[in-house]
């Protein structure tokens, strides 16, 4: 299961951090991952970050590169999206996104519920 927390209603130019808490077989996961959706629109990539054999990989949107950050904690069952400046065209629900691995090789996804971001011009 995952629990997104954090959203809320800011001005252009100010910060949100949003949560996400993984419970269950957190031993297994490959990824963690935001994705948003804004009104009249599909579901868009955000950021993730991988866990690989090296070390965690982040990838960020263009649209988010250098305002916002992904990190996950030590404990590694909870992730973070630092937004920073956030503008009107952040707005959205975002979504939490986990990837978990089995034995096998296969991944399986699972997504929060959701928390709105408002950002007010």
């Known amino acids: 299961q995952l629990a997104e927390s954090g959203g809320g209603l800011v001005q252009t130019g100010e910060s949100l951090r949003l949560s996400c808490v993984a419970s269950?077989?957190?031993?297994?996961?490959?990824?963690m991952g935001w994705y948003r959706q804004a009104p009249g629109k599909q579901r868009e990539f955000v950021a993730t970050?991988?866990?690989?054999?090296?070390?965690?990989?982040?990838i960020y949107a263009d649209s988010v590169k250098g305002r916002f950050t992904i990190s996950r904690d030590d404990g590694r069952n909870t992730a973070y999206l630092e937004m920073n400046n956030l503008k009107p065209e952040d707005t959205a629900v975002y979504y939490c996104?986990?990837?978990?691995?089995?034995?096998?090789?296969?991944?399986?996804?699972?997504w929060g519920q959701g928390t709105q971001v408002t950002v007010s011009s």
């Open positions: 970050i991988n866990t690989l054999a090296s070390g965690d990989r982040t």
């Open positions: 269950g077989s957190t031993s297994s996961i490959n990824a």
């Open positions: 996104k986990t990837v978990l691995g089995d034995p096998w090789g296969n991944e399986y996804d699972y």
